[in-house]
Every structure is written in structure tokens, then in C-alpha cells.
């Protein structure tokens, strides 16, 4: 039997004066107290209650431990309740981590906006150090994780914050220098810059969704900041996030390849712990963060580039 069992059965007994009293207090049978305070002081090794035909006493080590177990019994209710109420309320620690790309990006900007919205929380906002397994960063100590790639992993749940969209793209002196590729398969002869984790492109949508892994990168990086920097440079062909990228889209400085083609938007998900309860401080975080994209749609760049020729004007 458990420790606290018996002492929930212990504690009635000394308050009510009677194991039947306790036994209908607590919803037992009297025989299954008695078997309880019996198994107590075995368990210490002292009579705790002295027992007559007609009256229940307690012994002097069980007037000590009685007070004990009550105060101990309290302490445990009191710490229930307070986690509980925890649990419900949008307060306390919340630990987040996310792919450095996008923590850099307009998602900085989300969690600041959360954390004054939210002042009674305080937030752990991490970049980079994603593991492949989805569900390492429970034992890192992360309350949330975001992801933009698909995922299936029964062991985590998830939520689908926002899509993003990207562009295929060139700068203006690459495109006066090389000529703008007419057709995807002529991305073959030209200069491009990879993302290292990412050796494939995308283009189109659905079943014309077309693979193309690049044979040799011109420059790669595990940054799209750094790839976006080089494709200004002129060094070559990317595929860029269009919200990093837009700002050189809307000037000229970048222009879009194959807009009428496209290329696939990547989500973010934000995946979280297992279990039957979304702890209010990690729900209220998901709600504001799906609010707060869909309140601010990435805008789209119109491109410079002719679409029917895929020639510069």
C-alpha cells in the first residue's frame, strides 16, 4: 500500500476519534481503514492508536505523527492545487526553439509581440540546434519547437501555424550578364546558389511539381540570409524565402525566375509534448503566434522579369 493512502486513512482516524467515522468520511469500509492504520504502524514500527471496545486513542508517537501526516497531507493538496491552477493559467516559463532563418526573420518579431502581450510569461527564445528526431527537444527542456518541413511523428503533436512562400530568383547584373534561363532545365548551365541541407529545388505546384538537384553549387551556405547576400552579389541563381527576400524583389535589385511556374510554399509547424492537456501557457502562445501571421501575409513582389520570355526589360 502507499504511503499516502494509509496516512489519508491515519489522519481521519486521529481527527474523528473512530475508524468507522473516518471509514464513512473517506467513502472506505471500516475494515479497509483498520487495514490501513494496522499497516502504517508496521510500516513505522510503533502503535500508533490505542484500540478499546468502545474508544479509539492515539499513542504518544501517534499524537507526533498525526500532526505530522496532516501537515504533510496539506502541503501535497496545496502544491496540487497550485500546479494545477498553473496549468491553466498563461504564466510561468515557456521555452521555444526554431531554425535560425526564420527565428531571424519576421518570427522575432512574433515572439517580442507575444512577450508583451503576454508579460506574465517568460519566454526562452532559441535559434538553431534543431534535431532531425522530432522529439529531442523535450529532453532539451523545450516546451515548443518549430518546423518547416513536413513532419509525421506519433509521438508529438502539432500544429500548422502559416505557410511560407519562396522565390526563385537572380539579381539584375546576373541576369545582364548570363541571360535570365528561359526554361527550368536550363538551370543546368547556370551558377547556383544552394542551401547546403537543401540540394534539390522545387518548381511548380502539385503534380507539375518538378525536382531539379543541382549537379555543382556556384556558392552554398546553411544560411538563406548568406545565400540572399551572394544572389544580390550577382554570384549566381537562389531560392530565397520570399519574405527575406522581398524588399530587393519590390526595388529591382532581385528578380523572380519562372513566376508563372512558382515554387512549393514550405510550412511551419510548431510541434509540442504528448498528453491529454495543453498546458494554457503553450496554447495561448500557438493561438497568438497563428494569429499574428495570418494578420500579416507575406505581400508579393511583383517581378521586373518579363514572364512570357523570362528575358530582363
Known sequence: MDRMSLMHSFVAVARIGSFSGAAKTLNFSGSLVSRHVAELERQLG?????RTARSVSLTEPGLRYAEFAARILKEVEAEDASISQ??????????????????SLDLGDAMAAFSMAHPKISVRFELGGLSHRTYDFLDSGFDVALHTRNLRDS?????KITSLPFVLCASKEYIE??????????????DCIVHSNEPVWRLGHGRTC???????????????LALQKAAVHGRGIALLPQRSAHDDLLSGTLRALFPELGVPERPLYAIYGPGDTVPRKVSVFLDFLTVWFKERPIPRASSPVDQG?????
Open 177 to 190: 550578364r548570363r541571360g535570365a534561363p528561359a526554361a527550368p532545365d536550363d538551370l543546368w548551365e547556370h
Open 155 to 159: 509521438s508529438v503533436r502539432l500544429k
Open 210 to 224: 518538378t525536382p531539379l538537384k543541382m549537379r555543382k553549387a556556384a556558392y552554398s551556405s546553411n544560411s538563406y
Open 46 to 50: 510503533v502503535r500508533l492508536v490505542n
Open 309 to 313: 520570355q523570362g528575358m530582363p526589360s
Open 86 to 103: 498553473l496549468h491553466d493559467r498563461a504564466e510561468g516559463a515557456l521555452s521555444v526553439i526554431a531554425p535560425k532563418w526564420i527565428g
